[in-house]
């Protein structure tokens, strides 16, 4: 139905400010990386997703020497001076997975990270929107929640802050 009253204009759902969020236009962005061989993931919420805050955030994820995927986007252009390789996927042309020795696996992509970002917004939904001062809290309890791979009964007593699920004997 069309909104016929133009002194009530529609509400505006989300934040519809073009770009990258910065903490100034309450759109902190929360930056991450996922480990290849182990699946753990590491977030941060940072202030503003220039390349100077990337470049630190990959320079504490990562050692020199491995290769970073990432989107074409030019902010990630200063890893190779930090001496990790870049190999990068561009959606922008409809590549979104590429395989560079030609063995029929992709191995350039970062799928794994974008479903990750679905992941965390369906974590955050039922919040119904997040003070950003707390908001590292919450990604914090997600990235914890995501690392957690089994639950056993000892991480299970540890969480509750108990000692040992065993009855001393007397």
Known sequence: MPHLDPADPP??????????????????????VVGRERGEIGLTVTARSDRETLDTVVRRASWPGVTVNTAEWCGYNGLPAMGRSRA??????GEWARDDDGDG????????????????RNFLRPFRGVN???LYQYVAMFEWGYNVKRVTEAFVWALLGVRSATICPT
């Open 11 to 32: 509400r505006r759902r989300a934040n519809p400010m073009p770009g990258h969020g910065t903490w100034e236009n309450d759109r902190p962005p929360v930056c991450g």
């Open 88 to 93: 990068a996927v561009c959606p922008a042309q």
């Open 105 to 120: 696996i992709r191995e350039v992509h970062n799928n794994r990270l974008e479903g990750l970002w679905t992941g965390l």
């Open 132 to 134: 950003k001062v707390y």
